[in-house]
């Protein structure tokens, strides 16, 4: 029970960090009416912050910049707004079938790479397990086996700690 209550909690605090950014948003993007009708906008978001490295800033800007994005201002290290003219969409045929213009995320996901991570070590660590009991079959005790649960679950949550350092590094 105790890891849904905090799931649950953890899910409610990003709603509302969410809802917080849409709104701190919008309050930062009021444009007159003139203005949207010769721009459209748009902001790239990183989940692990990656725009607090500056080579990774100017290469989003410079990849942005093939579709006709010009970066307007930067929110913080995972939020960055762009803007380019309505008439670029007409050369959007024209760019590498890499770039999409109207992308809205950078980089990878940290959840999505924590649950690869937890797994992969989740699968060594049973597989682990299995050649204990295996090798000692005879004289297992759950007594016995507690150390190793806590080493398996220990080497899981630094893994996962590594993983997500590693994510916020790119």
Known sequence: MAY?????A???AAERRRKLEEAEEEKMTKYNNDSSEKWEYKIV??????FRKPDVLAALAEEESLAGWEMLEKFDNRRIRFRRPVEARKQDHLLPQHI???RTNYGGSLTRLGVLVALGL???GVLFFSLVMYRD???F???G???VIAILVGVMAVGLVVAVAAARSR
């Open 10 to 12: 953890a899910t409610a």
């Open 4 to 8: 849904h209550g905090a799931h649950i």
């Open 141 to 143: 005790s759950i007594a």
């Open 137 to 139: 079959a005879s004289s």
């Open 145 to 147: 086996a507690a150390p």
């Open 100 to 102: 999409d213009p109207y």
């Open 45 to 50: 978001r990183s989940e692990t912050g990656a």
């Open 122 to 124: 989740l699968m060594l």
